[in-house]
């Protein structure tokens, strides 16, 4: 079993900051993806940010240049640091990650954590 736990989320004021932790734990090989996306009332969930183990990152044009998301892979952990926040970014932020389980597969699965509430006031 694996489980993705997020934490960190809160109200804080537009221009804020907050970080969000997205700790990875169970029968884990490796992790070769962590991802951040977040849903709003009323809206679909949609990306906001990826990183893959080798670095590279990805990231929605909605947070370009405010959020930075970066990945612990010695502890399973990723991280959004989220900078100039606006009331527009108020979401359930959820986090991802796509794991091998064991040496022998390539295949990749899928976990996604619970959610963590971010509320940001004007």
């Known amino acids: 079993q694996v489980q993705l736990v997020e934490s960190g989320g809160g109200l804080v004021q537009a221009g804020g900051s907050l970080k969000l932790s997205c700790a990875a734990s169970?029968?884990?090989?490796?992790?070769?993806?962590f991802g951040w996306y977040r849903q709003a009332p009323g809206k679909e969930r949609e990306l906001v940010a990826t990183?893959?183990?080798?670095?590279?990152?990805n990231y929605a044009d909605a947070v370009k240049d405010r959020f930075t998301i970066s990945g612990d892979y010695t502890k399973n952990t990723a991280y959004l640091q989220m900078t100039s926040l606006k009331p527009e970014d108020t979401a359930i932020y959820y986090c991802?990650?796509?794991?091998?389980?064991?040496?022998?597969?390539?295949?990749?699965?899928?976990?996604w954590g619970q959610g963590t509430q971010v509320t940001v006031s004007s």
């Open positions: 991802h990650a796509d794991i091998k389980l064991n040496r022998g597969s390539a295949t990749l699965f899928r976990y």
């Open positions: 169970g029968n884990i090989f490796s992790i070769d993806v």
């Open positions: 990183i893959i183990s080798g670095g590279r990152t």
